[in-house]
């Protein structure tokens, strides 16, 4: 069936050190959404790109959309311990009626 | 202005029991979500339902699960017979009618521990 695979699956880094969490899809996406999910939360809605090779950025957040529309990147620069948590990626499949299928996560880690 | 609501938060059982969970969408969202989230399996759609309509239920894991949307504002999710393997956080989501896809909110979820 049609996967969205995400990498790595956890990452710890010093606080003031980049992050960087990888994308990939099996088929073809209409957009991808990201996610982030606090310690003991509930995923709350990040961003959504659309076009093939769109970049957008939020802060010290970049995340770029693949060319061919499979896979996906979310970048952060010189993390802070709010960063903490796990970050999903959802991509909806070009295919209409299905709904969005979200990577496993990668869990981020700060210390400061 | 109320996101969207859960209930229980948090949920004990024995094996065996009948489990109901229960979840009231954001007002005017059109789309209601279902997921299952574990340590070992990530997060996993189990249903969704739009305008009230179940569209896929393919995620749902066996006959013992459930879920029925009887109107726009509630929507239920029941497991019977409950199972220790059924433990997990669940969440509801929705989100409004609209072109293209719109962004999931979700609610806090409900934790069910099957002893």
């Known amino acids: 069936g049609q996967q969205v695979m995400q990498i790595p699956q956890y990452q710890h880094v010093q606080e003031g050190e980049d992050f960087t969490t990888y994308c990939n899809s099996s088929?073809?996406?209409?957009?991808i959404q990201w996610y982030k999910q606090r310690p003991g939360g509930h995923p709350v809605f990040l961003i959504q790109l659309v076009k093939s090779g769109e970049v957008k950025k939020q802060k010290r957040l970049t995340f770029q959309f693949g060319e061919a529309k499979k896979n996906s990147s979310l970048h952060i620069t010189a993390t802070q311990t709010t960063d903490v948590g796990t970050y999903f990626c959802a991509g909806l499949p070009s295919q209409a009626g299905t709904a969005l299928i979200f990577g496993k996560g990668t869990t981020l880690s700060v210390s400061s | 202005d109320a996101g969207v609501i859960q209930s229980p938060r948090h949920e004990v059982t024995e094996m065996g029991q009948e489990v109901t969970l229960r979840c009231k969408p954001i007002?005017?969202?059109?789309?209601l979500f279902w997921y299952r989230q574990t340590m070992m399996r990530g997060l996993e759609l189990l249903i969704y339902?739009?305008?009230?309509?179940?569209?896929?239920d393919s995620g749902m894991p066996e006959d013992r699960f459930s879920a029925k949307m009887p109107n726009a504002s509630f929507s239920t999710l029941k497991i019977q017979p409950s199972e220790p393997r059924d433990s997990a956080v669940y969440f509801c989501?929705?989100?409004?009618?609209?072109?293209?896809?719109?962004?999931?909110?979700f609610g806090p979820g409900t934790r069910l521990t099957v002893l």
């Open positions: 007002s005017g969202h059109n789309s």
């Open positions: 088929t073809t996406l209409s957009n």
């Open positions: 989501a929705s989100s409004p009618p609209g072109a293209g896809y719109n962004e999931q909110f």
């Open positions: 339902f739009n305008n009230n309509v179940p569209i896929d």
